[in-house]
Antibody, heavy 125, light 111 residues
Framework: QVQLVQSGAEVKKPGSSVKVSCKAS????????ISWVRQAPGQGLEWMAR?????????KFAQKFQDRVTITADRSTSTAYMELSSLTSEDTAVYYC?????????????????WGQGTLVTVSS | QSVLTQPPSVSGAPGQRVTISCTGS?????????VHWYQQLPGTAPKVLIY???NRPSGVPDRFSGSKSGTSASLAITGLQAEDEADYYC???????????FGGGTKVTVL
């Protein structure tokens, strides 16, 4: 049973960066992809990026975040990381990591299960 | 403005049936990509309810069912219970955006 445990809440200044970690237990970390999804206060879900730890070069980004997000994975500690730079107040949100479950054929058919508990990132001067 | 459109809220009395629609377009649901549904209880992370339009993970009650037709999908909850009060989201892939998209979410209220 895969479980994902994320790092704690962060408060950041506008213009700075934040790095969120997501540690996996159970299962084989390298055998599945990890996605990052965020949720602004009172808002819906927004997919940001994905990484396949066994093939670090296999990364995909939502167009909106392409220039500001860096995702990495450390296979030795079964931990994925998401770093978001040039923060503004619009980036205040709960950030989730989630394991992808494989659908039929292409990764486009995947869904997310399970999810981490979420990390609240507050951007404020 | 979400790429997938859901009603902001639906409500029903205990025991009733409610449905939540998820309307997309020819670049996502209509292109044949799978639709998945999530339940998010207050203050918690989302949990998958339905994957691949119609499949329920083990542990999800059969009161929850999914369907898809054309550029839309639906989630039905039969025998509504107080514990079903939550936000529900649909998810699919959009070929124009080259990534996954979610609906704006629907809040289910049990009267």
């Amino acid at each position: 049973q895969v479980q994902l445990v994320q790092s704690g809440a962060e408060v950041k200044k506008p213009g700075s960066s934040v790095k969120v970690s997501c540690k996996a237990s159970g299962g084989t970390f390298s055998s599945y992809a990890i996605s990052w999804v965020r949720q602004a206060p009172g808002q819906g879900l927004e997919w940001m990026a994905r990484i396949v730890p066994i093939v670090d070069i296999e990364q995909k980004f939502a167009q909106k975040f392409q220039d500001r997000v860096t995702i990495t994975a450390d296979r030795s500690t079964s931990t994925a990381y998401m770093e978001l730079s040039s923060l503004t107040s619009e980036d205040t949100a709960v950030y989730y990591c989630a394991r992808e479950r494989s659908g039929r054929g292409s990764w486009a058919y995947n869904w997310f299960d399970p999810w981490g508990q979420g990390t609240l990132v507050t951007v404020s001067s | 403005q979400s790429v997938l459109t859901q009603p902001p809220s639906v409500s029903g009395a205990p025991g009733q049936r409610v449905t939540i629609s998820c309307t997309g377009s020819s670049s996502n649901i209509g292109a044949g990509y799978d639709v998945h549904w999530y339940q998010q209880l207050p203050g918690t992370a989302p949990k998958v309810l339905i994957y691949g339009h119609i499949n329920r993970p083990s542990g999800v009650p059969d009161r929850f069912s999914g369907s898809k037709s054309g550029t839309s999908a639906s989630l039905a909850i039969t025998g509504l219970q107080a514990e079903d009060e939550a936000d529900y989201y649909c998810q699919s892939y959009d070929i124009r955006l080259s990534g996954w998209v979610f609906g704006g979410g629907t809040k289910v209220t049990v009267l």
